[in-house]
């Protein structure tokens, strides 16, 4: 999910960089192989292993991120928390930590797995193709936010009312609702009935 212009002239090999590779997996998520990260992406996709984190604060809001401009796959849409892909031999939970440290510059607490969740989404704008075996984490934010403007251009915490309404009124990443809908049952358990997930 996401590729910005720094890790995009690290996307074709040459003599003086290195290609970022992703894991290759089969419908039920088992590594068969790596593939070069643009590559993986390109129609009709390749599936590959990625990962989706939402975080909410002390109320059951949801942290939302809108993609910074600069990113060449859906450059300024609002989508979850924080998403991405491990490196190949990372855990996913081990990469969720990562890049949510890297992109919003903070650590979750209580983060927990909340399924997995496979999917086939193309981007329309930039051509590209999410095919992804896609692990959910759900966890909480406790420590004020520092974006990195490179990866993250607004952040907003949201209640489901709030998300309805921001949902109907500005464009979100093609994975947005996918993925949410697969993490409600771990949602629910963590924010508890009266934050309305």
Same mark, same amino acid.
């Given at each position: 999910?996401?590729?910005?212009?720094? *890790?995009?002239?690290?996307? !074709? @090999?040459?003599?003086? *960089?290195e290609a970022i590779l992703l894991e290759l997996v089969d419908e039920e998520g088992t590594t068969i192989g790596t593939a070069e990260k643009l590559s993986a992406h390109q129609p009709p996709g390749r599936l590959h292993r990625a990962f989706s984190v939402f975080l909410f604060d002390e109320r059951g809001r949801l942290l939302l991120q809108q993609r910074a401009l600069g990113k060449y796959h859906s450059p300024g849409v609002w989508s979850n928390t924080c998403c991405g892909h491990p490196y190949p031999g990372e855990s996913p939970f081990a990469a969720a930590a990562r890049r949510t440290y890297e992109e919003l510059g903070v650590s979750p607490a209580l983060l927990g797995e909340a399924g997995t969740v496979r999917y086939n989404h193309p981007d329309p704008d930039s051509g590209l193709v999410e095919?992804? $075996?896609? /692990?959910?984490?759900?966890?909480? %934010?406790?420590?004020p936010l520092r974006p990195d403007p490179e990866e993250v251009g607004a952040t907003a915490f949201v209640t @489901?009312?709030?998300? !309805?309404?921001?949902?109907?009124? /500005? @464009? $979100?990443? !093609?994975? $947005?609702?996918? %993925?949410?809908?697969?993490?409600?049952?771990?949602?629910?358990?963590l924010t508890g009935p009266a934050a309305g997930w």
């Open positions: 999910m996401p590729i910005t212009p720094a *890790t995009a002239m690290h996307e !074709a @090999p040459d003599s003086t *960089t095919q992804e $075996f896609n /692990h959910l984490f759900v966890g909480l %934010v406790r420590s @489901p009312q709030e998300l !309805a309404e921001r949902h109907a009124e /500005h @464009p $979100f990443s !093609a994975w $947005f609702m996918t %993925v949410l809908d697969a993490a409600r049952p771990a949602v629910k358990e």
